[in-house]
């Protein structure tokens, strides 16, 4: 079976896997021994890769809207390009060339990012390319900048192993990075006197395996981290040589973090003192502390306050430049990295380079064979989507992203989307948010069906390679950019000679190595060959050197004018939006374990729904006692900006006065534009990145009396594309995949008054309930109950439930098999809803792997069962090990629960 090496394209561990073929199908996909960021490891979304990678939602041909209001219809590649290279010529003549704009992806390869990045600052002439990167890690950058004076992860995973005292600050690593998370419970088994400490206002799983859990309030981590200082100074464990051999400005942040004494520290954040002292001195006394974070400090409107403040602690410490030691900020998405090599973002330049710094400008333009480039900021994503609903911004390309979803106060950014005069969409999946609003639509090849290079959060650069050829006429990201350059060439700069006489994704990555030849990501001794013979490598990589670089900064030398750190100066600021007695909760939003931002793939994957199953709520049992909500219950949450309906589910992860809300729902699964129709879009006014993490919300008991559920197994995708239509006829309405040997749809649905009959029949027709010869139906109109079901052969099919719905769960648990036709026919007829006997149903998936269920694990437990007990009887976790602090977790409970 043909195999070949490639890299996970879910987040930014970069793990290396193996892709194995036949008949130009992708039938597997295992973990790379070899590739030193995993050593054949992978998470449940990574091991589940194989099952994306089907023609099914796909975009297969480029699509063309002559006429608003008008379908889409199919065209040709050629007509398609032409078409929009005309459009934007003439828009770039007539309003100029900052009247255009292009919103990429962290999920591009770095060699896609560098051609769109010099289409729009070569060639077209305007700084208006921004990337979703924005929305999760700009805020590091900056950070890293405002310290450390570049851009640089000191940094690598290997730290890990090395280190005495992690320091995990608004991750959820255990979910976000599992792999890397793996590593970590690897180190502490080795070194039992490693200490974890997480700061997270949720008890996570992350939390959960914690010495220190500091469940902080949202937007309190600069007052947290100047207090960590102001007990450093206090206790004299700060390193004094290093701060005086190394940084400057300590005199002047020792005076300014004064004032945060733990006790102050304490009124704010929401923890206790002597929690924060003690973290403190965890961090200060050990002989390496390494810190990871990611979005819960970055997406904040004092997010780059809240690297920088961290990025402090070890700066005056001396924890950075040796192994076990140093801010790592983890990158969410497989390639943010390569996009900030390359400059891809409204404020950067190729290769680190900073937009704002003139002679860098000249170092590109001579790069890049051209007079100028320009030196007006472009505009970052908020900014950038406000340009267009004010008309400022007339045509936009996007491309491998779907803003209608990820960007916050979704209404405002459906609005401009739909305001704009030329939206271009360049994407795998012909069904997101976004594809909704493309006047053109251009198929895009995706994950196996490509070549170029990633690089990961630690600067590892590995290769990303094609498997088999992308289906229908899906195309490469960087050749439709560069066949679209071109002929934008011909109307803007026509007689001269290309600026994108790229053949291959090779000839883009030289040119860009050649950028940062002499810059501090030199990449000028790399190559795609060296790279396949090599295997993955860290930058710096300079021409004649031997290696890359592990670990930065290990001379004490920082790439500012004096070579110094500078120490950063940073009150705390509360969030942007305060809570009221109209709105008095905190909305956070986050990931599931096992699903990825806005599921366009992940979404593909039935048996990825397996754990976190439906689109939920989460709020504190006291916030559902006090509101007299129940499990299950529908609440509508509001915030300035909009609403959501969605059922409730108890969680005590989630602090009193607080509401979590996963990320990923979105129109494709769940009525309304997910939890982003509720979150504000007031960002950092140093890296622009936008507060998704916290927002002033309200929540009411929905009164929906009538529910539905309605399920079928077979093509649920074909099935999820026909239902989701359907989603905006209800109060509260979900279409979800579920199943694993049996691919199916489960659709739920409640609403003030029953639904109309030409509804339920067209859902019947959908889920092919409308065949009479197999169906069985029971009515019970008094009490406004029916129930449909529809058996072929010895298979139940499909059912639809209205009025009484209490039996979903097990009628799913039967569609895998477990009841007995016979059972089920006499439950049919039957007036009340009662599994058969001995049927319980199983509950979530726990470990998806082995497909063990919550269910048999609490059976297991209750047996008596301990860790090692449990997983040498269902061998629940003994997988890619994602699930396995919820299992530590749910052992520990044990005898609470006894
Ligand atoms: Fe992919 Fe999981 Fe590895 Fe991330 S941790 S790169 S999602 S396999």
């Known amino acids: 079976m043909p195999a070949v090496r490639s890299t996970c394209c879910y987040c930014g561990v970069g793990c290396g896997v193996v892709i194995e073929t036949a008949a130009d199908r992708i039938t597997a996909v295992k973990g790379d021994p070899d590739h030193p960021a995993n050593f054949g490891r992978l998470c449940t979304k990574g091991s589940t890769l194989h099952l994306t990678a089907s023609p099914e939602g796909r975009a297969l041909y480029p699509e063309l809207r002559r006429a608003r209001g008008e379908p889409r219809e199919r065209t040709t590649w050629n007509h398609a390009l032409d078409f929009a290279a005309e459009r934007f010529a003439a828009i770039i003549r007539e309003h100029g060339p ?34 979703n990167s924005r929305l999760c890690m700009s805020s ?34 255990a979910y976000a990075h599992p792999v890397l998370f793996r590593r970590i419970e690897d180190a502490r088994a080795k070194n ?108 904040s409107t004092h997010g780059t306050d809240s690297n920088a403040t961290l990025i402090n602690l070890h700066l005056a410490t001396g924890h950075i430049g040796k192994p076990g030691a140093g801010p790592f900020s983890l990158t969410g998405q497989p390639n943010a990295m390569g996009g900030r090599e390359v400059g891809g973002m409204a404020n950067l330049l ?58 916050p106060d979704a209404a405002r950014v459906r609005e401009a989307l739909k305001k704009a005069e030329l939206v271009v969409v360049q994407e795998a999946y012909r069904h997101t948010d976004t594809t909704a609003f493309a006047d053109v639509l251009l198929p895009a090849s995706s994950w196996g069906e490509k070549e170029g290079t990633v690089t990961n959060s630690e600067r590892r650069i590995s290769r990303v390679r094609k498997a088999v050829p992308a289906p229908g006429e899906a195309r490469p990201d960087w050749e439709a950019a560069t066949a679209f350059a071109r002929r934008l060439e011909e109307r803007l700069r026509s007689g001269r000679p290309t600026l994108f006489p790229y053949r291959s994704p090779e000839d883009v990555f030289n040119e860009h190595r050649e950028t940062t030849r002499g810059r501090d990501l030199d990449i000028t001794g790399l190559s795609y060959g060296l790279l396949e013979s090599r295997g993955p490598q860290q930058w710096p990589f300079p021409e004649g050197a031997e290696s890359g670089k592990p670990r930065l900064f290990e001379d004490g ?51 990825l729904f397996d754990h976190g199953g439906e689109p939920a709520a989460y709020l504190h049992p006291e916030d559902m006692l006090r509101r007299g909500v129940k499990n299950g219950d529908f609440v509508r949450i509001s915030s300035r900006r909009g609403s959501l309906t969605l059922a409730a589910a108890e969680s005590i992860e989630v602090r009193p006065g607080h509401v979590f809300v996963p990320m990923h729902w979105n129109s494709q699964f769940l009525k309304g534009h997910g939890p982003n129709a509720l979150t504000i879009s007031a960002y950092d006014p140093v890296s622009k ?18 529910r539905m559920v309605a399920m079928a197994t077979g093509s649920s995708a074909a099935r999820r594309e026909a239902l989701q239509p359907l989603l905006e006829q209800f109060d509260f309405a979900s279409c979800v995949p579920f199943g694993r040997e049996r691919d199916a749809v489960l659709f739920r649905a409640a609403s003030r008054e029953p639904a109309a009959a030409e509804l339920l029949a067209r859902i019947d027709h959908i889920l092919g309930l409308d065949d009479e010869s197999e169906t069985i139906r029971y009515l019970d109109s008094r009490r406004n109950i029916s129930k449909s079901v529809r058996i072929h052969g010895e298979a139940l099919v499909a059912v639809r439930l209205c009025g009484e719905t209490a039996a979903c769960d097990w009628l ?10 016979g059972d089920l026919r006499r439950w049919v007829l039957a007036p009340m809803a009662r599994p058969p006997a001995g049927f319980a149903p199983q509950g979530r998936v726990v470990c998806n792997c082995l497909n063990v269920s919550e269910h048999a694990i609490r059976q297991a437990l209750d047996g008596g069962a301990d860790l090692s007990a449990l997983q040498a009887r269902l061998k629940c976790g003994t997988e890619c090990g994602s699930c396995l602090p919820e299992i530590k977790r749910m052992v520990a409970a044990r005898p609470q629960a006894a």
């Open 98 to 131: 900052d009247a255009v704009a292009f919103y990429i992806s962290g999920q591009l390869l770095t060699e896609d990012y560098y051609v769109f990045n010099k289409l729009a600052k070569g060639l077209v002439g305007t700084n208006n390319v921004d990337t």
């Open 192 to 299: 039992p006197d490693l200490r974890l400490i997480v700061i997270d206002p949720r008890a996570t799983d992350t939390a959960s395996l914690a010495d220190l859990h500091l469940p902080v309030l949202p937007g309190t981590d600069v007052a947290l981290f100047n207090a960590m200082l102001h007990v450093l100074v206090w206790d004299g464990l700060v390193d004094q040589q290093f701060i005086r051999a190394h940084t400057t400005g300590f005199d002047v942040l020792k005076e300014a973090v004064r004032e945060y004494t733990p006790q102050a520290a304490s009124d704010i954040c929401g923890v206790p003192a002597e929690d924060i002292v003690l973290a403190a001195r965890w961090f200060g006394s050990s002989n390496a502390s390494l810190s990871l974070y990611c979005q819960g400090l970055n997406q």
């Open 350 to 407: 190729s290769a680190h380079r900073n937009l704002a710094d003139a002679g860098h400008r000249a170092e590109v333009a001579r790069l890049w064979g051209i007079d100028t480039v320009p030196d007006k900021p472009g505009k970052t994503a908020v900014e950038l989507f406000d340009a267009v609903a004010k008309g400022e911004v007339k045509a936009i390309w996007i491309s491998c992203t779907n803003p209608a979803h990820s960007m």
């Open 557 to 607: 030398e920082f790439p500012t004018p004096d070579g110094r750190a500078r120490f950063a100066i940073a009150g705390y600021r509360p969030p942007a939006e305060k809570t009221d007695a109209r709105y008095p909760l905190r909305l956070n939003t986050g990931r599931l374990r096992d699903h990825w931002h806005g599921m366009s793939r992940s979404g593909q994957v039935p048996q």
């Open 140 to 173: 590091a950058v900056a950070g890293y900048k405002a310290t450390l004076g570049a851009d640089s992860v000191p940094t690598c995973y290997e730290d890990i192993d090395h280190a005495v005292c992690i320091l995990i600050a608004g991750s959820n690593t």
């Open 689 to 706: 990145q936008p507060e998704l993490k916290h927002a002033a919300v309200r929540l009411e008991k929905a009164d929906l009396p009538w």
């Open 812 to 821: 799913k648990d039967t569609m895998a098999g477990a009841v007995s036709l």
